[in-house]
């Protein structure tokens, strides 16, 4: 049989109705794996090794039961930016200390309802802020792929690094991720495995530790399409308790990822052929358009001509949105405090011990940008050209049913690779950040190597609320692909 | 637009950041550079265009007028750094 | 006459605007389910959303937004359809998002007006700017601890209309008739409670001054005003301030101050060592604020009667004074009570006598309308039992008076105390009878025509009836005995 950490999510319930494995061995398998990896990849802040076992003594109770949930038994990563009721939630900060909120989000409980098991907290970029994983307070989350011979330790990618890493390297079935401006999509791209972003609104907020509300958005990270499927669908749903909540019926998300796309049409954008883009990635951009070509999708040549002005507004909304998301971080309620002479000094020793570099950063130009005599110059313009960028895609809609870009403009870098110059770190994002600021939905799905033998990504853009196009389309390039290459870091390896 | 030394000290302190005086140069060199590569947005013709603020929903959804949470003193004030009692305390702040 | 300040270069009109903060009348706060009641135990009416914990996110009450409303259509207002919730950003213990959320831009309520009535019995117009809702911040307690600050959350997030003046008012006295007239509205609508000691409504007072015919001058804020006559005190102390910095050449500065109750002079906040930029943008967390038109129509439709159109109606309908209308209609308690009394009796005999013995017996026993120990009920009885003849005026005073010491019902404080009026014609005649034969000698005096002598046998005849003779008949009897 094949090995427990090997099975894709759909084959673990199969073999979990089947009785072929208890939900107890599965997750076993992978706190073994974990204790085995986690040392050098550090894909996990926390693992909860009780709380896993209990809740698949749980899920095997209840699949005796027959009243087991759809996620019954399944070994989960959670991202460490959803607050999970008794277990430590950092954001991947120092300044949360040792926060233990006493609640729930509503996208973990989702899956907690449908039997899911927590393996524990995955690593990130601080905040969410990042698109390498190394500025979180807990260490770099580690790639579990390799440059062929060469043991350079490469970023997972980010802010979800930790996510993609421990599905990667088989430490989790599947993880909780969000993407605020490609921090599902890229780390998927950059470590092999399939992720999407869903519409905004589609998965509630609420319970998440906020980056930028208005692009913040959950999703899953799996090794299959159809994987990512299962999970979108047990996260997604109206949720009363968050005011930017869509209320819209949740379809079979699953059922979907074999539609096929004959007869879809695809918008292949001109302006996502950017300057410098890799031949590689080209390539691979071309034969996923004959793969759909040769399932019965029609291309059109589309074009979003706002596409090149999409990271500066990201840059000014995003860290405008943060910038006041975490002024309630202040060491008076909860996280650490650094004591001053007084309250000023209070919040500002404690900010600046508690926070990193890039989240300052981000706080800095989103304090400037929003302050008085800039406003209008850099956040009200941002927004007039997120309108436009939205307009871009609406436009789009009228000729195409999805659009198909590169995930990522490169493979994986080298930890110490793109550090010095902000400005080249937030470059990763150019192709997945319209899709946060239109509020579409968005996936990126592994399609083939670079000439290393690192992982590539193309992604997948849909209408609002239209995920189900997207996960047919992922599913075709996943099986038109046959990505079947494995990292080089992985458990049972 | 270009940030001066004087002005990445005063959006830090209104960020509640300390920053040393050692590090406002780098500071100051970093986000200059993230604003002149923000600047290509003044490129753009807005002239007319509705500001997008939010990424969803056009309307707010109202709840009703009922006590469904607090009573929750204790989980309220359990993460607190200093507590008082049943209050969170702070350096004395002088009015 | 209109007011002014003398001043050494001669007089100085004073320029005044109300920024009025009133707590919203509802179960639940703003943007949480937390309850608002006052006075509960510290942090035990706080959320999560309210502490600022992370991943809480704020949706809206919908009974704080129909109040609001309610606001705006008694304040004579504009109903904004679209509206939009602001972040304001800054950093203070109590509050804890760091930021307020709050309406900056677009408020739910624009432009508007009231009439202000004064004691000179005229009327003034006062402009409202606009009205807004926004989330109140904790409590900051300074005095528990020799180097601590205590902080209870059980106001954050409470939901508060914001309610903004023209500089319209140029008086102390169109000051306080402005907050007067408004808490009254807020009393009547029942949108806000009106409570200025428990701080559910607070005024922040604009005030310059400048000579007849200028421009504005720059003005200052005083904060926190919390009660009418402070109000009317700190206008007049900081436009004194005013007037004798200009006239000693000095500018003055636009600033935030405090009014010093115990020495009735305004001062300076301590300087904030930021300038204040509170840096406001659209709440990502809040889609905009977007109201159907028969909603509004319908809470339009529901509200209760407004004091302008009450004393109106009292005036015209009831033929009462317009001072007792304007008594009468100040609390929207004192009227209800006035027309349970006047349903179905003389309206002008109930006004008389709420206005009179009543608010007196009141005021006796230190209760209000809400905690009176006689009931509309029992004084409307009381008022039947004159009618009916069965008191005096005289004995429905003392029965009164009874009634607020017992609160029992006046017909039974007139069985219990048999006061009832005696109106058999053949029981006072006997008692005349009585009076007659025993001052023989006085009745001869005034069958000889000394009149005065009347009264005497008036006096003696009810003293002999323990005053319960109805004096009517009484006086009419012994017309006929006397001869």
Redesign the interface.
Same mark, same amino acid.
């Given at each position: 049989m094949t090995h427990p950490t090997e099975l894709t999510i759909a084959g673990a319930r199969r073999a979990l109705a089947a009785r072929e494995i208890s939900a107890a061995e599965l997750t076993q398998a992978h706190l073994d794996a974990i204790a085995a990896l986690n040392p050098r990849l550090n894909a996990y802040i926390t693992v909860t090794p009780e709380l896993a076992a209990a809740q698949a003594a749980e899920a095997d109770a209840a699949l005796a039961r027959g009243e087991a949930g759809p996620l019954a038994g399944i070994p989960l990563a959670i991202k460490d930016l959803f607050c999970t009721a008794g277990t430590r939630t950092t954001a991947g900060s120092r300044i949360l200390g040792d926060f233990v909120p006493p609640y729930e989000s509503t996208v973990t409980g989702n899956l907690l309802r449908d039997g899911a098991v927590f393996l524990g907290k995955a690593n990130l970029d601080e905040f969410a802020m990042g698109s390498s994983n190394t500025s979180s307070a807990f260490g770099a989350a580690e790639n579990p792929w390799k440059r062929q011979g060469d043991d350079t330790a490469l970023v997972p990618g980010g802010s979800s690094g930790g996510s993609a890493a421990a599905v990667a390297a088989r430490l989790a079935l599947g993880a909780t991720a969000t993407d605020t401006g490609g921090s599902i999509r890229q780390p998927a791209a950059f470590c092999g495995v399939s992720g999407i972003k869903p519409t905004y609104g589609r998965c509630s907020r609420f319970g998440i530790v906020a980056y930028a509300s208005s692009l913040d958005q959950a999703g899953p990270v799996a090794r299959t399409v159809e994987d990512c499927a299962i999970l979108l669908g047990s996260m997604a749903g109206f949720d009363p308790r968050d005011s930017t909540s869509a209320d819209v019926a949740v379809p079979d998300f699953a059922a979907a990822v074999a539609r096929g796309v004959k007869g879809l049409r695809i918008g292949i954008p001109r302006e996502y052929r950017v300057e410098g883009l890799s031949p590689e990635i080209d390539a691979l951009w071309r034969q996923g358009m004959d793969w759909l070509r040769a399932e019965g999708a029609t291309l059109v040549d589309i074009s979003l001509p706002h596409t090149k002005y999409a990271l500066p507004t990201y840059y000014i909304v995003a860290p405008a949105e943060a910038s006041t998301n975490l002024a309630r971080y202040d060491g008076v309620r909860f996280g650490l405090r650094e004591n001053g002479e007084d309250l000023k000094d209070l919040y500002e020793r404690t900010r600046a011990a508690g926070f990193g570099d890039e989240v300052k950063r981000r706080i800095l130009i989103g304090t400037y940008v929003l302050s008085a005599g800039y406003y209008d110059a850099y956040y009200v313009k941002a927004q007039q050209v997120r309108a436009l960028i939205k307009r871009d895609f609406d436009q789009a809609w009228a000729q195409v049913d999805a659009i198909l870009t590169p995930a990522t403009p490169t493979a994986a870098f080298g930890r110490d690779e793109n550090q010095d110059d902000p400005v080249a770190m937030y470059l990763n994002d150019v192709f997945t950040i319209t899709a946060n600021l239109a509020g579409i939905p968005g996936m990126s799905v592994p399609a083939g190597l670079d000439g290393k033998g690192l992982p590539l990504g193309l992604q997948v853009l849909g209408r609002p609320f239209d995920e189900e196009t997207v996960f047919a389309v992922g599913g075709a390039i996943e099986r038109a692909a046959g990505f079947h290459a494995l990292p080089a870091l992985r458990a049972a390896a | 637009m270009s940030l001066d030394t004087a002005t990445v000290r005063r959006v830090a302190s209104l960020a509640r950041l300390r920053v040393e005086e050692a590090d406002l140069p780098r500071l100051e060199a970093e986000l200059n550079g993230i604003l002149g590569w923000i600047e290509q947005l003044q490129a753009v013709d807005t002239q007319g265009v509705e500001p997008m603020a939010g990424g969803g929903a056009q309307a707010l959804r109202m709840r009703e007028d009922r006590v469904t949470d607090g009573g929750i003193q204790e989980q309220v004030l359990a993460n607190a750094p200093d507590r008082a009692g049943a209050f969170f305390a702070v350096p004395k702040v002088v009015e | 006459m209109s007011y002014t300040i003398e001043g050494s270069t001669g007089p100085w009109e004073v320029v005044i605007g109300l920024e009025v903060h009133a707590q919203v009348t509802?179960?639940?706060k703003l943007f949480?389910?937390?309850?608002t009641e006052f006075g509960a135990?510290?942090? $035990? /009416?706080? $959320?999560? #959303?309210?502490? =600022?914990?992370? =991943?809480? %996110?704020? *949706? #809206?009450?919908? +009974?704080? *937004?129909a109040q609001a409303v309610r606001t705006g259509l008694g304040l004579n207002a504009q109903v904004n359809l679209w509206s939009?919730f602001d972040?304001k950003?800054y950093?203070y213990?109590d509050l804890? /998002? =760091?930021?307020q959320i709050s309406q900056y831009q677009y408020p739910v309520i624009g432009t508007g007006q009231i009439e202000i009535q004064l004691g000179d019995g005229s009327t003034k117009t006062i402009g409202i700017t606009r009205l807004h809702l926004e989330q109140d911040a904790g409590k900051?307690?300074?005095d /528990?601890?020799? $180097?601590? $600050?205590? #902080?209870? %959350?059980n106001r954050s997030g409470v939901a508060l209309m914001e309610i903004v003046s023209e500089p319209d008012m140029r008086s102390p006295e169109e000051a306080g008739a402005y907050l007067t007239k408004l808490r009254q509205i807020l009393r009547y609508l029942g949108t806000c409670d009106g409570n200025m000691e428990q701080g559910s409504l607070r005024a922040d007072v604009n005030v310059s001054v400048r000579k007849a015919g200028e421009g504005f001058r720059t003005r200052c804020e005083v904060k926190n005003v919390n009660s009418i006559r402070f109000v009317m005190q700190a206008v007049e102390a900081e436009a004194r301030r005013q007037v004798e910095l200009w006239e000693a050449g000095e500018e003055v500065v636009q600033e935030t101050r405090l009014f010093d109750t115990t020495r009735g002079v305004t001062r300076s906040?301590?300087s904030k +060592?930021?300038a204040h @930029?509170y840096?406001?943008?659209?709440d990502? @967390? %809040?889609?905009? %604020? *977007?109201l159907e038109q028969s909603w509004v129509d319908s809470l339009k439709a529901a509200l209760p009667e407004l004091p302008d159109a009450r004393r109106a109606r009292y005036v015209g309908d009831f033929g009462l004074t317009p001072y007792d209308a304007h008594v009468l209609t100040l609390e929207k308690e004192t009227a209800a009570f006035y027309e349970a009394v006047a349903k179905g009796r003389d309206p002008k005999m109930a006004a008389n006598w709420i206005t009179g013995d009543f608010f007196a017996g009141l005021n006796r026993v230190g209760a209000s309308i809400g905690s009176s120990p006689v009931s509309a009920e029992d004084l409307g009885a009381l008022l039947d039992l004159i009618s009916d003849n069965t008191l005096s005026g005289k004995l429905a005073k003392e029965v009164l008076e009874a009634m607020f010491e017992t609160g029992k019902a006046p017909g039974l404080i007139v069985e219990e105390r048999g006061l009832k009026q005696v109106t058999d014609t053949g029981a006072i005649e006997a008692v005349i009878d009585q009076v007659m034969a025993a001052n023989a000698g006085k009745v001869e005096e005034y069958r000889s025509g000394k009149d005065k002598l009347f009264g005497f046998f008036v006096g003696q005849t009810m003293k002999a009836m323990q005053g319960k003779g109805n004096p009517a008949l009484v006086n009419e009897l012994l017309k006929k005995k006397l001869g």
């Amino acid at each position: 049989m094949t090995h427990p950490t090997e099975l894709t999510i759909a084959g673990a319930r199969r073999a979990l109705a089947a009785r072929e494995i208890s939900a107890a061995e599965l997750t076993q398998a992978h706190l073994d794996a974990i204790a085995a990896l986690n040392p050098r990849l550090n894909a996990y802040i926390t693992v909860t090794p009780e709380l896993a076992a209990a809740q698949a003594a749980e899920a095997d109770a209840a699949l005796a039961r027959g009243e087991a949930g759809p996620l019954a038994g399944i070994p989960l990563a959670i991202k460490d930016l959803f607050c999970t009721a008794g277990t430590r939630t950092t954001a991947g900060s120092r300044i949360l200390g040792d926060f233990v909120p006493p609640y729930e989000s509503t996208v973990t409980g989702n899956l907690l309802r449908d039997g899911a098991v927590f393996l524990g907290k995955a690593n990130l970029d601080e905040f969410a802020m990042g698109s390498s994983n190394t500025s979180s307070a807990f260490g770099a989350a580690e790639n579990p792929w390799k440059r062929q011979g060469d043991d350079t330790a490469l970023v997972p990618g980010g802010s979800s690094g930790g996510s993609a890493a421990a599905v990667a390297a088989r430490l989790a079935l599947g993880a909780t991720a969000t993407d605020t401006g490609g921090s599902i999509r890229q780390p998927a791209a950059f470590c092999g495995v399939s992720g999407i972003k869903p519409t905004y609104g589609r998965c509630s907020r609420f319970g998440i530790v906020a980056y930028a509300s208005s692009l913040d958005q959950a999703g899953p990270v799996a090794r299959t399409v159809e994987d990512c499927a299962i999970l979108l669908g047990s996260m997604a749903g109206f949720d009363p308790r968050d005011s930017t909540s869509a209320d819209v019926a949740v379809p079979d998300f699953a059922a979907a990822v074999a539609r096929g796309v004959k007869g879809l049409r695809i918008g292949i954008p001109r302006e996502y052929r950017v300057e410098g883009l890799s031949p590689e990635i080209d390539a691979l951009w071309r034969q996923g358009m004959d793969w759909l070509r040769a399932e019965g999708a029609t291309l059109v040549d589309i074009s979003l001509p706002h596409t090149k002005y999409a990271l500066p507004t990201y840059y000014i909304v995003a860290p405008a949105e943060a910038s006041t998301n975490l002024a309630r971080y202040d060491g008076v309620r909860f996280g650490l405090r650094e004591n001053g002479e007084d309250l000023k000094d209070l919040y500002e020793r404690t900010r600046a011990a508690g926070f990193g570099d890039e989240v300052k950063r981000r706080i800095l130009i989103g304090t400037y940008v929003l302050s008085a005599g800039y406003y209008d110059a850099y956040y009200v313009k941002a927004q007039q050209v997120r309108a436009l960028i939205k307009r871009d895609f609406d436009q789009a809609w009228a000729q195409v049913d999805a659009i198909l870009t590169p995930a990522t403009p490169t493979a994986a870098f080298g930890r110490d690779e793109n550090q010095d110059d902000p400005v080249a770190m937030y470059l990763n994002d150019v192709f997945t950040i319209t899709a946060n600021l239109a509020g579409i939905p968005g996936m990126s799905v592994p399609a083939g190597l670079d000439g290393k033998g690192l992982p590539l990504g193309l992604q997948v853009l849909g209408r609002p609320f239209d995920e189900e196009t997207v996960f047919a389309v992922g599913g075709a390039i996943e099986r038109a692909a046959g990505f079947h290459a494995l990292p080089a870091l992985r458990a049972a390896a | 637009m270009s940030l001066d030394t004087a002005t990445v000290r005063r959006v830090a302190s209104l960020a509640r950041l300390r920053v040393e005086e050692a590090d406002l140069p780098r500071l100051e060199a970093e986000l200059n550079g993230i604003l002149g590569w923000i600047e290509q947005l003044q490129a753009v013709d807005t002239q007319g265009v509705e500001p997008m603020a939010g990424g969803g929903a056009q309307a707010l959804r109202m709840r009703e007028d009922r006590v469904t949470d607090g009573g929750i003193q204790e989980q309220v004030l359990a993460n607190a750094p200093d507590r008082a009692g049943a209050f969170f305390a702070v350096p004395k702040v002088v009015e | 006459m209109s007011y002014t300040i003398e001043g050494s270069t001669g007089p100085w009109e004073v320029v005044i605007g109300l920024e009025v903060h009133a707590q919203v009348t509802s179960m639940a706060k703003l943007f949480s389910g937390a309850a608002t009641e006052f006075g509960a135990e510290p942090n $035990s /009416q706080v $959320s999560f #959303i309210d502490a =600022g914990f992370p =991943g809480m %996110l704020p *949706v #809206i009450n919908r +009974e704080c *937004v129909a109040q609001a409303v309610r606001t705006g259509l008694g304040l004579n207002a504009q109903v904004n359809l679209w509206s939009r919730f602001d972040r304001k950003n800054y950093f203070y213990a109590d509050l804890p /998002q =760091g930021y307020q959320i709050s309406q900056y831009q677009y408020p739910v309520i624009g432009t508007g007006q009231i009439e202000i009535q004064l004691g000179d019995g005229s009327t003034k117009t006062i402009g409202i700017t606009r009205l807004h809702l926004e989330q109140d911040a904790g409590k900051s307690l300074h005095d /528990q601890h020799p $180097s601590k $600050s205590y #902080i209870d %959350l059980n106001r954050s997030g409470v939901a508060l209309m914001e309610i903004v003046s023209e500089p319209d008012m140029r008086s102390p006295e169109e000051a306080g008739a402005y907050l007067t007239k408004l808490r009254q509205i807020l009393r009547y609508l029942g949108t806000c409670d009106g409570n200025m000691e428990q701080g559910s409504l607070r005024a922040d007072v604009n005030v310059s001054v400048r000579k007849a015919g200028e421009g504005f001058r720059t003005r200052c804020e005083v904060k926190n005003v919390n009660s009418i006559r402070f109000v009317m005190q700190a206008v007049e102390a900081e436009a004194r301030r005013q007037v004798e910095l200009w006239e000693a050449g000095e500018e003055v500065v636009q600033e935030t101050r405090l009014f010093d109750t115990t020495r009735g002079v305004t001062r300076s906040m301590r300087s904030k +060592e930021d300038a204040h @930029d509170y840096r406001y943008f659209p709440d990502p @967390d %809040l889609p905009p %604020l *977007v109201l159907e038109q028969s909603w509004v129509d319908s809470l339009k439709a529901a509200l209760p009667e407004l004091p302008d159109a009450r004393r109106a109606r009292y005036v015209g309908d009831f033929g009462l004074t317009p001072y007792d209308a304007h008594v009468l209609t100040l609390e929207k308690e004192t009227a209800a009570f006035y027309e349970a009394v006047a349903k179905g009796r003389d309206p002008k005999m109930a006004a008389n006598w709420i206005t009179g013995d009543f608010f007196a017996g009141l005021n006796r026993v230190g209760a209000s309308i809400g905690s009176s120990p006689v009931s509309a009920e029992d004084l409307g009885a009381l008022l039947d039992l004159i009618s009916d003849n069965t008191l005096s005026g005289k004995l429905a005073k003392e029965v009164l008076e009874a009634m607020f010491e017992t609160g029992k019902a006046p017909g039974l404080i007139v069985e219990e105390r048999g006061l009832k009026q005696v109106t058999d014609t053949g029981a006072i005649e006997a008692v005349i009878d009585q009076v007659m034969a025993a001052n023989a000698g006085k009745v001869e005096e005034y069958r000889s025509g000394k009149d005065k002598l009347f009264g005497f046998f008036v006096g003696q005849t009810m003293k002999a009836m323990q005053g319960k003779g109805n004096p009517a008949l009484v006086n009419e009897l012994l017309k006929k005995k006397l001869g």
